[in-house]
């Protein structure tokens, strides 16, 4: 039963376009987000994070929102650029247990910025 | 530069034959964690140190077990791989007992052939 999830596998934008991925999740006592970034032959990368007491976290060209109501978050970048492609995590912890217990990922968004 | 440092790269296995892979890290946590990931599935995890305090996940096959000697090195010992034991074999390390971020440092992934 996945507990986070990111319905769409592929993404397409032109370069200088706005790229936006979504993650849904399940579980109520998740309480810190974040998005990581992988490339091929590489391990994930910390992108961008967000707690449940924000609802907006921006950091340059990355911003992400969460809306706790709906269970979403979703990850903005703009302008998108040659070297966002790359695939995508959304990931989650439930941090009640001192933050040790590790993320729940999404099966990854694969975004592809054309020129 | 302070990393997570995977060995193997890629590990070719026979169906059945032992085989460990190794992680180090000059980061300095006290968390350590293994995720396995199949092809277009998300990172799972497996089990987690906490200091010296082994973590396993409820669903995660005795087939998988893990040792961490010190504080730098964690092994994770698949002692009779499947064909289903096929996949990337992520170490990861993070900082808890402190302000929770909830990040994660990666390696690059360890490949795992069971052939």
């Known amino acids: 039963d996945q507990q986070v999830k990111q319905n769409s596998p592929s993404l397409s934008v032109q370069e200088g376009r706005i790229s936006i991925l979504n993650c849904d999740y399940t579980?109520?006592?998740?309480?810190?987000f974040l998005w990581y970034k992988k490339y091929p032959a590489e391990g994930p990368t910390f992108l961008i994070s967000?707690?449940?007491?924000?609802d907006k976290n921006e950091d340059g060209r990355f911003t992400v929102f969460l809306n706790k109501s709906a269970k979403h978050l979703s990850l903005h970048i703009v302008p998108s650029q040659p070297g966002d492609s790359a695939v995508y995590f959304c990931a989650a912890m439930d941090a009640s247990g001192g933050g040790a217990d590790g993320l729940t990922f999404g099966k990854g968004t694969h975004l592809i910025i054309q020129p | 530069d302070a990393m997570v440092i995977q060995n193997p790269r890629y590990q070719v296995t026979q169906f059945g034959k032992p085989v460990t892979l190794s992680c180090s890290q000059t980061?300095?946590?006290?968390?350590m964690y293994w995720y396995q990931q199949k092809s277009s599935q998300a990172p799972k995890l497996l089990f987690h140190?906490?200091?010296?305090?082994?973590?396993n996940e409820a669903d995660t096959p005795d087939n998988f077990q893990s040792r961490r000697p010190n504080t730098s090195f964690c092994f994770l010992d698949i002692r009779s791989p499947g064909l289903g034991d096929a996949a990337m074999y992520l170490c990861a390390t993070g900082l808890a007992g402190g302000p929770i971020t909830g990040e994660l440092f990666f390696g690059e992934g360890s490949r795992l052939t069971v052939l």
């Open positions: 579980n109520s006592m998740f309480d810190y």
């Open positions: 980061l300095n946590h006290n968390v």
């Open positions: 140190y906490y200091d010296k305090d082994f973590n």
């Open positions: 967000i707690s449940s007491i924000k």
